[in-house]
Nanobody, 115 residues
Framework: QVPIVESGGGLVQPGGSLRLSCTASITDFSLYRMYWYRQAPGNQRERVAYISPGGVTDYSDAVQGRFTISRDSDSNMGWLQMNDLKPEDTAIYYC?????????WGQGTQVTVSS
């Protein structure tokens, strides 16, 4: 069974919104830090959002004020709400779950922002 599956990507016009989902099939989900990363063609993977097991969040400057990360331990899921999308947000988005000794990545979901 794949530990993490992302979904919710797609094609959206500038100014539009998407909500990415991260579904985890792991035990102790609540103990993991959750991150969302993205990678555009020719670029390095960059971290865009973080949420701690306790709900503390952090965002990159590029997405601050437009993206919101959240999680629910009862459902083993996390989300990245993306508003006011820009062409430069186009990338493959990855969910990452990390704790000491364990590091899980999903296969990624493509987000394309274009008119």
């Amino acid at each position: 069974q794949v530990p993490i599956v992302e979904s919710g990507g797609g094609l959206v016009q500038p100014g539009g919104s998407l909500r990415l989902s991260c579904t985890a099939s792991i035990t102790d989900f609540s103990l993991y830090r959750m991150y969302w990363y993205r990678q555009a063609p020719g670029n390095q993977r960059e971290r865009v959002a973080y949420i701690s097991p306790g709900g503390v969040t952090d965002y990159s400057d590029a997405v601050q004020g437009r993206f919101t990360i959240s999680r629910d331990s009862d459902s083993n899921m996390g989300w990245l709400q993306m508003n006011d999308l820009k062409p430069e947000d186009t990338a493959i988005y990855y969910c990452n779950l990390w704790k000491a000794g364990s590091d899980y990545w999903g296969q990624g979901t493509q987000v394309t922002v274009s008119s």
